[in-house]
């Protein structure tokens, strides 16, 4: 198949697209015509059916997946393919994971390790908070496990949150054997819970962009506000009995100050020592995934690869074998 | 009376001082000695009661009122009054007032302005929420009066929650009267609620200092889930049933934001034109106190008052008459 | 008609325009032809006049409303009408408001209201130095009406200067009558003149540019120089006698830390109360007003509208009714 | 002669000082006494008058030289002297230099040189306006060599401004001759007018002192309000005629431009080489200063001197021969 | 014994302290007197020997233990002790380790630990290199034990560099397992290599102080040109033969960009995914020492800290158990 | 000729030009093309050979000097050339100047004014050092005097780092003059050797691109080992015995230090006279050279130039005479 970031001007196209969004729309002369984004897991590129009821135009709509035949032209200054056929396609005939950016990871195998995390915080209160997110929660599980942890950043694929979650709280894990004055169990449980709000913040895919909730909140205090319902109850429903005041003010804090800078959205700094390892972990995972996908984007370049706003540098791959 | 701020060294003090803290204590020869904090509402000073139990010394506690005779000698580069007498006073005989900073404002008065406030509010979600909060929770109601705005930055003193929210409101009342496309519902609500979290950032006086809570989340994060509360309940609570979830994630960005630059702790920046005008008001009323404060206590000073950090700034009076 | 904002590679065009510029050249095989740039007030487009003598085209020079008929092409990126007819239109044809931004508010009441504040201050010297400068110098005043209060930031059309000034001085005056510690004279002496420097500082319409002086010196330094001018007269003209020194000081100071801060080029940082409300003033008022601007332009959109420079944020219009 | 500099608690003292200050004031008992400031070249030193009218105490007022008689002690963690005896001077007991800070170079050669600098300037109106000021002006030149070029940083002595002016002058002089591109004339008049805002700035010697006019508005907006008054004239009286108005621009550019960015003052960034030459010769004299009189008191220190603010660095004397 | 930090005034003292600094000088009146800093694990403290000739007082030099007996003063602010015996102390009566401060791990199974990790880099030039250093350099093997990782900011005790490169090694090691496009034997390498230059920035204890080497270039340079020494031989020795000229920028720029901004004093910042985990594993470990440090020197203390510059927040020590 | 940067869309070509680069490739229909990088001194181009193998198109590679016949369109928004014809030119058919971009001066005579500056160090040691790199090392001096002085800024073109050497040298001698407390020696050695490291930053034209060195280590780290060579040797060669300790770091620090702030990549501050007054040499000659390129290329025009990042603001030629 075709990847649309290899579509150039000039190239006739007939492949099997998902169908991102479709818009009913009119031309000048009053003329009907139907506005499409395609999407794969490469990219998405704009299409025009100027001809939506003839007879090579299947009925379809968003979500489906189409068989597209048609010319790519530049239209001011962007590609757009003319869409002569469109042949809504059947299940078989196409590979999901084709369409969707997915994890490199097994996301049970994932999710597993982090459930063995969760079994490993002895603390009570603690460990009853993340069961009743990490196992009872069936809507949450669901979101969390589908959802990236990014737009654009870095792990903008489906399983991104679960494999960032995880490698963040490994880092934790980590860390905790080495500095004796860590606390593990509020540190995992911190590590787990940094970027719950995530799952607020962004839609679903095929979406996965930034929510209401998600511009005018953020995932921090979203985050905080989830725990809250979780310790608390909302809306009627039951939380935690007991939860220990300093202990639910630590658990808040490490996700505020997960940012570790004001300019980052963190509205504390650090103010204990999980916070602030929490926060060189999430760092760390983020800054290493930042370098693989680029280096794996980036394919056999061996040169410098410029200057790249996300990493703040000039950045090259290794040459030392 | 002799005030605190006013006492040097060598002056013998004979005059009525709360006792904000007693502890007592053993010389290094083993002799028990208590160690005293008076204060008035011009500040506080150290004091030793080196024969605590000899008849001069009467028996009292923090928060009593107590006549204090003695002498100051300086120590270590700080005053501390070496207490020969102290004699528990009785009420009638000191001012409340003189010992714990208040508005100069009438906190019923300003109330009462409030309230108004409260009623202009149409919105049924927003005007629900705020006699909830501002008419009925008699909890919040009571230490939101008697709670300051800050530590010591503005309006730090009993009533000054009050008098700022209040401040705040009117000038986003002018605003809403002349900027048509801003919503003064929901600019009125976010204006009197802003602050809301203070009552749980800082402890009741006369300590008067920032809470567990609001070191580690900030009375912006506090805030925002003080209205999730009102809006959902918590602990089992009811809340507010049908309240639009656009006007929840619009009046929680306004508290969200309203310090309007991450590095004042905000982690979003104002969104919607409600978020603007009421960090701008909330700026504004700020620094009119900070000024007003400042030549408050410069008295009859003339000249330049040197670089003063909360306004960044070397300031004056102004002298134009 | 067809504003210009609205039109598209493709479009005919047969609609009257302003001539904003027009530039005689020769193409590389020698042909004479005109470059034109036409302006209505939604923008500018460039047009080519292939056969200047041709009987079609009238003789018409800058500043001119010409019909023109032609066809847009988009060369080099750019849109660009290619014109076959250029008819100089007589009076009439066209509303001038079409053809420059304007304010949306009546210059004759904002100016009417601007001089009730004059009027309304009481100290003979400041109300001496506005009289002199917006009763008396016809000059100025004219130039002060016609002038937008930016090239492109906000209030960039005719009367954009009197709109600003007039709606800062309001805030001033409500401030003025909430702070006590404010001097009204002063602060609206001060509002009135904080931006008369852009006078100079920006051409008139149709240009609406930055001219060399203010380039070279801005409107913050150039307002000083017009305040001494009427302070002390210039090239021989008489001044105001016996202005108060101090108080020459205090009122430019006011116009020279307006800005508020060192890197918006004020020279100074607000060092009386009066020079700091001035600063808010004026911000809220220009945050208001981009607000306003942007979302009108937006239309009926009705999500997120991106990052705004200007707003230093992603906004978004208010939903709540 | 004990320098004020080399003081200590314990010190008998018995040499003549300069009254900078002399405030007749009450203890709190009621008995009178002076409190005054004792001045030298190295510094200055409270010293208290408990028997004001004792015979020991002659008669004396601020700027005169009096013998002090007293011992040194510490108050308050400040030195302070107790008069005993106080005899005021006379002429030719004492060397003035001693008491006031004055710069190295000979007064009358630097001018000199100054001059030279202005004849060399060929462009009439030029020329004409720095005959204007450093010629004809009697009342400018005097305090213009009178004055320091800072309060603290650099330059801070009688002559100060114009051995800065001078060492200025003279790099701007080698560039010219270096970089064609640069209008001699008019970088030289920039050098030697950049800083003439300081007479207003500081008051004279003793105070040397921020004026009103100095804090208000800075030597760079009084330094180009001194330009428009020799151009245009002031209060009735006459300029310079026709002095071209790009020329005008440029000049007060080149003053209002000449800190180099917005955070040290400058409303403007440099637009013209002139003004960027200008820039780096003010701050390449200014360090170069910073480091001498650094180096100069530190005397026959040889290890790190430590961070200094003003040069932004932990620093040190070089040791190469 | 008695540490330095716990003497206050008045206190008498009688115990073996290290002569840190010895200097003989002279009084105002001509007597002669010793000048000490005395020196234990805890700090330093000033002490004077009034009667350096008295038969109390033997004969000893700087770096000797001595019993000192006296009573402390506090003399402009700071304690003093007026010795009145010192007695030379002999070996046996005292602990070293309780005049200098020491990494709390054993050295010896430190450098074990250092060395396995050196064994496991397999890339032969990088394994030479190591050997060369951490095996067959005694002089630099015996400085890098016995030097801290710093004056003051965290790990300033004997051993504090070796444990700082161990502890970083360990998370870079951590993390070559888990991000698989990271290069083990260069972040390794790296890892161990990162802060060798400190054996040069720092002098040894007891000074432990910035040598000139250390102010004039820092540790970064100073680490790249031990690096160029290794590889290329210096003052006629043999160097790596055939070593890879990629793989020598590589390992430089590890070290060069290791503070990972350039106003920590990193030229570059990383280019190459170990530099970037190198920074974060080197940050991580010196945030989690500050933090471990600060709690054990705070002791018992449970409330809040203050504001702590070196982590830039508020902090407290976690309460959940 | 016609150069490369005015050649438009729709441009006949038929001149000599340089290739950069020539890489031989196919087309999706598997027909095999040229695709050349054309130089001149004014800029490169692509062009595309469609029938390599065709009569017209004569033998040529990179670095060949070739005239080209063809058609200039525009692909994907940017020009290239289809060439029809391509021949060979010989020598003498081309001015080499033509084609790469070179300093106005003569490098001889610079050259020679180096050697003057070389033979006025008396200091034996530093003498020495600069005869070993500028009169005994030639194939630094190729390097050297063919080198530009940065890829893009400033002085981009052979013999740019020879000019701008000289000219902060000539700086450096001025205020060596001017500034006694400068010692000259160290100062004009620093002005000589302080872009050294550029000859290894940067690799020689026509690519003056950024080397690996460059990239990972930057010119001023390789500056200071370029210098430990001279004085150590390495590889086996002698050094310069007896180089003093403190010079040498002296010079380092200079070089290290040079760019003056930590976020231009100087890793230390100036700590000494020189390195601040190098500094502003190097800095003041940087700027004064980009206005004079930025003025050159502008040509006539003589409005402003718009806002120019590398002087951070908004310039404009000079205008008076």
Not at 77 to 104: F, H, T, W
Not at 237 to 255: A, M, Q, S, W, Y
Request: charged share 30%.
């Amino acid at each position: 198949m075709k990847y649309i970031k290899d579509i150039k001007e000039g190239d006739k196209v007939s492949d099997i697209y998902m169908i991102k969004q479709k818009i009913s729309a009119t031309t000048k002369n009053g003329k009907p015509y139907d506005n499409l984004s395609l999407m794969d897991k490469t990219g998405e590129i704009n299409a025009k059916v100027w001809e939506p009821n003839s007879p090579g135009i299947d009925d379809f709509d968003a979500k489906d997946y189409v068989e597209i035949f048609g010319e790519t032209v530049s239209f001011n200054g962007a590609l757009q393919i003319n869409v002569r056929r469109a042949r809504k396609a059947s299940e078989g005939e196409y590979l999901p994971a084709d369409y969707l950016p997915v994890s490199p990871y097994d996301p049970d195998r994932m999710y597993e390790e982090l459930l063995a995390f969760v079994d490993s915080v002895k603390n009570p209160y603690l460990n009853r908070l993340l069961c009743a997110l990490f196992k009872d929660d069936k809507d949450f599980i669901g979101k969390f496990r589908f959802s990236s942890a990014a737009k654009t950043m870095h792990h903008s694929f489906i399983g991104g949150l679960l494999q960032h979650t995880l490698a963040v709280t490994r880092i934790c894990d980590f860390l905790a054997s080495r500095y004796e004055r860590l606390n593990r169990d509020l540190l995992i449980t911190s590590a787990l819970c940094h970027d719950i709000g995530k799952v607020r913040e962004l839609s679903a895919y095929p979406d996965n962009d930034y929510t209401d909730e998600g511009n005018f909140l953020g995932h921090i205090v979203v985050g905080v506000d989830m725990i809250s319902d979780l310790i608390h109850g909302r809306d009627g429903r039951t939380g935690i009995p007991d939860f220990p005041v300093v202990l639910e003010n630590e658990l808040k804090h490490c996700i505020v100050a997960h940012h570790g800078e004001f300019e980052y959205g963190s509205p504390k700094k650090p103010a204990i020592m999980e916070a602030c390892a929490l926060n060189f972990a999430d760092n760390t995972d983020a800054k290493m995934q930042i370098f693989t996908e680029l280096l794996d984007n980036e394919g056999d370049k061996t040169g410098w690869l410029g200057f790249k706003k996300m990493l703040d540098s000039n950045v090259t791959a290794t040459r030392v074998e």
